[in-house]
């Protein structure tokens, strides 16, 4: 493998192939063979939790092209497919397996979100066998090579991913600390990975697993709780990952620890049709509120000098990056809410709030 | 608004909406078919790519590996190139299809071109003055142009222009004319030297070391026949963009006439700025659809196989509206753009009375 890697990714084949580059040429060939790009063949599809009438839970196995350079537990990675076979839309799914190397198989974990385009169509549509397109593994929430003697996870619903994989990495090297892993779900019905927890507590080293229902009355995460639970815990190096209230709650009770890392996922803000909002353009870290005009005009009020030239849609030199928000092309009216999506900032006018790279 | 504009300020409005509708309806139609589409004929290119190169090795297939290797750069540039780095793929989410990261077979950078071609040529279309694609600045392809003795080598001007069309492409953002007559210095070109000298290197290394390195003994007959193909491209992308706006009837602007212009008028000023050529399905493809130059130039972002479909509605409306649509076949629409390289080379005679008297009498004929 590594002599074809090394003979791909080489500056002969690179001059050869310019200006297209060589997976321009490969991938109409074999979609699995790559010198630079990373993408992925479905393994397997396997639905974790299928409840009736709620969004179902799948872990899909991934078998990346050589081109991957492996992923250590807790990061993410950028995952695209091609809807309906035209437009290839791009979501960030946390990597559920253990810590792995280069060109070997993974799992994400994903709840098919009713608004979300593309875990809905990789848990109910894709089939073993589909390529998808990925970035590297992403993202600094990830284990320490060496690990403290006792660490504590705290997850709510699909943030348990990253953990799981840290678990899953730990019971593989042997750890043999203690882990305190406190998981709010839904109901127990709802439990993902609920078997392999009940296993890691059973037979696991030092592992004390704490599934909680608030709404059949466990208790809330609260300082006084934890502390039952965990004395001192501020001072012990603790993973967080869940939805905005849970992380705000955890983050209190943390009361500024340096032992505390987080990552949380932002549900997409809709605006409803209001303009009212902040403009945040994220390279130069300017921020403004939002005057309802374009934003190639709302930048240049605020002081930046983006780039343009027709300023009426049809050149694409202002196209830039919005990251968030929900803008609404002057020209058809069309309004359009994914992250990460490039747009002629000349006739995009944002709803609300809203970041570009600029 | 000038007396050369043949529709009224309401007539303009209404038919600006209907383009708009057009526009509208194929963005709302962009799917599956297109993506299909794009990605077969990329699929075509690389497979006569790879088919010329490989033909080199055999040396009595000489003529077919230039052919395979011309239709391959030809389809790269036009039906591919030209058309994705107009954004008009950039809806699938490809980075293969993207124009930002798009980069064609030709020795001009793509961010340079995207910036004379899609922003200034396709804003400022046919307004004298601004429109650099009006003669490249070297050539006088408008009445309207002042002439000069230097003027009398048009027909030799245009003719390597053909033959070196690629590196005139390139330097065309470079602005020579304007550092000639003072308008730009050299340091204004500074920055674009880099990405210039890196691509020309790029493509020259390719089609005239190691390709032909590569075959070897007949590292002769290969350079010739990159260098042939390559010429034919020229050729062949010179001859369908010149046919798309200088054959004769095509109307020019004054800076005066496109001032605070409105949409319907913009629209205007693309449709009879430029011109089609009628043909079969396979000059439209090797064309990049450009011989749909007018369908195009309404609508620069829509995938260009939608233009054939589209063309139809235009003409119908440019019926209604009493506007000249102007097409016909490639022979005839090279002819006329001969005809005028070679008049244009002359001094113009003196203009009679009588004739400005018609003009005058019917705008549309002017216009048109």
Redesign the interface.
């Known amino acids: 493998m590594s002599i074809v890697q090394s003979i791909l990714g080489s500056r002969a084949l690179e001059a050869l192939t310019s200006p297209h580059g060589v997976d321009r040429y490969l991938e109409l060939v074999n979609p699995m063979w790559a010198a630079k790009e990373v993408r992925a063949r479905i393994v397997e599809i396997h639905r974790e939790v299928d409840v009736e009438g709620h969004p179902a839970v799948a872990t899909i196995t991934l078998q990346p092209t050589s081109t991957w350079q492996g992923h250590r537990a807790g990061q993410h990675v950028q995952l695209g497919v091609e809807i309906n076979g035209a437009r290839r839309t791009t979501r960030v799914f946390s990597v559920s397996s253990h810590e792995a190397g280069a060109g070997e198989r993974f799992t994400i974990t994903l709840r098919a979100n009713p608004d979300g385009l593309v875990s809905k169509f990789l848990v109910e549509e894709a089939q073993p066998g589909q390529v998808v397109h990925l970035s590297q593994a992403q993202g600094e929430f990830t284990l320490p090579d060496t690990m403290p003697g006792h660490v504590v996870f705290i997850s709510g619903g699909s943030g348990i991913t990253p953990l799981m994989s840290m678990l899953r990495t730990l019971q593989r090297r042997t750890h043999r600390g203690r882990v305190t892993f406190i998981h709010y779900a839904q109901s127990p019905e709802h439990q993902i990975f609920a078997e392999e927890l009940a296993d890691a507590a059973r037979t696991g080293y030092g592992v004390d697993i704490h599934l909680l229902h608030p709404e059949l009355g466990d208790p809330a995460l609260s300082p006084a709780w934890l502390e039952r639970l965990v004395p001192g815990y501020r001072d012990v190096p603790t993973w967080a990952c869940g939805p905005a209230p849970l992380i705000d709650a955890v983050q209190k009770a943390y009361d500024g620890s340096e032992e505390l890392r987080v990552e949380f996922f932002k549900p997409p803000k809709v605006s409803g049709g209001s303009t009212e909002g902040e403009i945040s353009f994220a390279r130069s870290g300017l921020s403004a509120a939002n005057s309802g005009t374009n934003l190639l005009e709302q930048a240049e009020a605020a002081g930046l000098a983006p780039e343009f030239g027709c300023r009426m849609g049809i050149c694409f030199s202002c196209t830039s990056r919005k990251t968030e928000g929900t803008v609404t092309n002057v020209l058809t009216g069309e309004t359009s809410s994914l992250p990460d999506e490039d747009i002629r900032i000349c006739v995009s006018a944002p709803e609300g709030d809203c970041t570009v790279e600029l | 608004m000038s007396d050369k504009i043949s529709l009224s300020p309401e007539e303009l409005e209404k038919f600006g909406e209907e383009m708009?509708a057009i526009?509208?309806r194929v963005?709302s139609e962009?799917?599956?078919e297109?993506?299909?589409y794009i990605r077969n004929v990329?699929?075509a290119q690389?497979g006569f790519e790879?088919a010329g190169r490989a033909l080199f090795y055999l040396p009595p297939a000489w003529p077919l590996a230039v052919a395979s290797l011309s239709i391959s750069k030809i389809i790269d540039n036009m039906e591919i190139g030209h058309n994705v780095m107009?954004?008009q793929y950039?809806?699938?989410?490809?980075p293969?299809l993207?124009?930002?990261m798009y980069?064609?077979?030709n020795v001009c950078p793509s961010d340079q071109w995207?910036?004379s071609h899609?922003?200034i040529h396709?804003?400022f279309t046919n307004i004298l003055g601004k429109d650099r694609d009006i003669g490249y600045g070297i050539l006088r392809m408008d009445e309207d142009q002042k002439w000069n003795p230097y003027y009398l080598g048009n027909p030799v001007y245009a003719f390597l222009l053909m033959v070196f069309f690629e590196w005139g492409v390139a330097l065309h953002d470079l602005e020579v004319e304007n550092i000639v007559s003072g308008k730009r210095s050299l340091a204004d070109n500074k920055p674009l030297y880099p990405g210039l000298m890196k691509?020309m290197r790029?493509?020259a290394?390719?089609d005239y070391v190691?390709?032909p390195a590569?075959t070897g003994p007949l590292f002769v007959p290969t350079i010739v026949g990159n260098a042939t193909a390559n010429l034919i491209r020229n050729i062949w992308a010179f001859n369908i963009i010149f046919c798309g706006h200088f054959p004769a009837g095509v109307a020019t602007f004054t800076q005066e006439e496109t001032e605070n212009e409105t949409k319907g008028l913009?629209y205007y000023r693309q449709l009879l700025g430029s011109a089609n050529i009628s043909g079969s399905k396979l000059l439209h493809l090797m064309s990049g659809n450009l011989s749909h130059q007018i369908e195009h130039h309404l609508f620069?972002?829509l995938p260009a196989r939608r233009y054939p479909q589209i063309a139809e509605e235009v003409r119908e409306i440019c019926e209604r509206y009493g506007l000249a649509y102007n097409t016909g076949p490639l022979h005839r629409q090279l002819g006329s753009v001969a005809k005028k390289i070679f008049k244009m080379a002359l001094p113009p005679k003196r203009k009679q009375p009588d004739l400005s008297l018609v003009e005058d009498a019917d705008p549309r004929v002017s216009a048109a």
């Open positions: 708009d526009r509208q963005i962009l799917g599956e297109d993506a299909t990329l699929k690389r790879i107009h954004g950039d809806w699938m989410g490809d293969g993207n124009s930002r980069e064609w077979d995207k910036y899609n922003y396709h804003t691509k790029n493509q290394l390719k190691l390709f590569l913009w620069p972002d």
